[in-house]
């Protein structure tokens, strides 16, 4: 197994992990940042209130999302698996 290999491997595979995570953590980055905002016009510093719309807005995201997000895992993994036998031979 060559070094660029490996190194293609790991690329791929931390692209990945990005490209998966993105949606929920832009999500949460933008629901955050709208209640952080509300908070600040009304003055209203309650922490429940920053929890709860993040988690129904990235859950909401996370069931949209989710077929996307495991075709692109079982692509990844079934590539991974055909790289296999190159790397033991």
Sequence with gaps: ?????VIELIQRALLIGLMVSAPLLITALVS????SLLQA????QEQSLT???????????????LPW????LVEYLIESLRTIPMVAG
Excluded: D, E, N
Aim: glycine residues 4%; hydrophobic residues 70%.
């Design 51 to 65: 929890f709860i719309p993040k988690l129904l807005t990235v859950a909401l995201v996370l069931i949209l999302t």
């Design 69 to 72: 997000m495991l075709r692109t």
């Design 41 to 44: 016009v009304t003055q209203v």
């Design 1 to 5: 197994m060559s070094a660029a290999m």
């Design 32 to 35: 955050g940042v709208v209640v």
